[in-house]
């Protein structure tokens, strides 16, 4: 019997992001910033409608906006780097049996091929054949042992597709991410995916025009802008307030990520997760709500005086400094946004119930390059049933990681601490 329209669907999603996974590891191993960029920017687009144009993938890939460089050496860029993409994804899969990625010819997105969807070529017609000589004469019909035989081939042959198509059905992604201790403690209740923002500071030199926006780490919010200008009464006539906030873009494609993965296991839950920018985000839906955040430390807004009644790793003096309140251990993040070279960032995830019986959910980093691997860890089941049970861990816990980067480019990740919490 055919299986219903929506599981096939969901199998092939389940699919896709397994793939996604094994590949977007093969890459990272490789060191390919730039192809692991452009791989995870087709895979976020891979569900619209329209393909992104070249420009677009010149744009949020390579970081140019088409002022400096010619139409052609645009369109050249992107094609050279889809190309390599591509071909590194044939190699990947040459050997392999079972579904793959591809980017079809002519095409800028990423699509999963099934073995039921490739043409084998010995399947395809031979053009003006001769025809196959007649088989050779036996001496009697098949018996009714061979007769029984093939039937019972043919039966165990479709009981076994039964039972992979059952196995699809049982053990989808969602459900992996569901059994591990992270997530198993999230209901189907009403949630909100918090992204982590900063606050912008208009500046102007003439007091009619705005010349630039800009990012301080004192002054997180409308209020210490208040405070800052109380004490600083020279930048009165100089900085201004215009209601704006910024996401890193690595923030945002890391709680893009982290909503995908929760959308499979609440599918058919009471309620979606929206997302939400944390400088939107209300006492009262701390207090009834169950809270995923994603971003940095130092956005962490509301959501930072909660996390500090429940957690043992506390945000440091400066943005870039965490602290283990058991043992003193101060961590020092090295990183230089955008700029090549070794650097050292620091990632943490925390499943944990805050002290009015709701939930939340942490997966932040010092830098983006760590909120981004946080991000991937907490969707990957493998990787977190690994952790939790390398640690013994079965309810409320926390962990710290180190992160090794080129640039971007995560080359490692390294276990700090991971225990439980009550």
Not at 157 to 164: Q, R
Not at 186 to 207: C, M, N, R, S
Not at 318 to 327: G, Q
């Amino acid at each position: 019997m055919k299986p219903p329209q929506s599981d096939e669907v969901s199998a092939s999603a389940d699919s896709f992001a397994e793939e996604v996974i094994k590949v977007r590891a093969e890459l990272t191993n490789a060191r390919s910033a730039t192809l692991l960029q452009l791989f995870n920017f087709l895979v976020e687009r891979s569900q619209d409608e329209r393909a992104p144009k070249e420009i677009e993938i010149a744009l949020a890939v390579f970081g140019r906006d088409g002022a400096s460089d010619t139409a052609t050496s645009l369109d050249s860029g992107v094609r050279v780097y889809v190309h390599r993409l591509r071909k590194r994804l044939g190699d990947f899969y040459a050997g392999k049996t079972g579904p793959k990625l591809e980017i079809p010819k002519g095409e800028y997105r990423i699509i999963l091929i099934t073995p039921a969807e490739e043409a084998p070529e010995e399947e395809k017609p031979a053009e003006a054949s001769a025809a196959p000589p007649p088989a050779a004469p036996t001496a009697a019909g098949p018996s009714l042992a061979s007769l029984f035989a093939i039937l019972l081939v043919l039966i165990s042959g479709g009981f076994g597709l039964w039972l992979l198509w059952s196995s699809v059905r049982v053990e989808p992604l969602g459900h992996k991410l569901r059994a591990t201790a992270f997530w198993q403690p999230l209901g189907t209740g009403p949630a909100q995916l918090v992204v982590g923002d900063t606050f912008l500071i208009a500046e102007t030199e003439d007091q009619r025009e705005i010349q630039r926006m800009a990012l301080e780490p004192g002054i997180r919010s409308r209020e210490n802008l208040g405070s800052y200008l109380q004490t600083h009464p020279e930048a009165f006539y100089r900085l201004y307030d215009l209601d704006l906030n910024f996401a890193p873009v690595g923030t945002t494609v890391a709680a893009w990520e982290v909503q995908n993965a929760i959308s499979r296991f609440r599918a058919n839950s009471s309620g979606h997760v929206p997302l939400i920018p944390a400088s939107r985000l209300t006492a009262g839906m701390l207090d009834d709500t169950d809270i995923i955040y994603v971003g940095r430390f130092a956005n962490l807004g509301q959501v930072a005086p909660l996390l500090a009644q429940i957690s043992g790793v506390q945000a440091g003096e400066a943005y870039n400094v965490l602290t283990d309140r058991s043992s003193g251990k101060r961590f020092v993040a090295t990183i230089d946004p955008g700029q090549p070279g070794a650097q050292v960032d620091y990632g943490y995830i925390a499943s944990l119930s805050a002290p009015l019986g709701q939930r939340i959910f942490i997966i932040a980093g010092i830098g983006d390059t760590a909120v981004r691997n946080m991000a991937a860890l907490v969707g990957n089941p493998e990787q977190l049933r690994s952790l939790e049970a390398e640690a013994g861990i079965h309810g409320n816990y926390e962990a710290l990681f180190e992160i090794k980067a080129n640039g971007d480019l995560a080359l490692s990740r390294n276990s700090l601490l991971t225990r439980s919490i009550r």
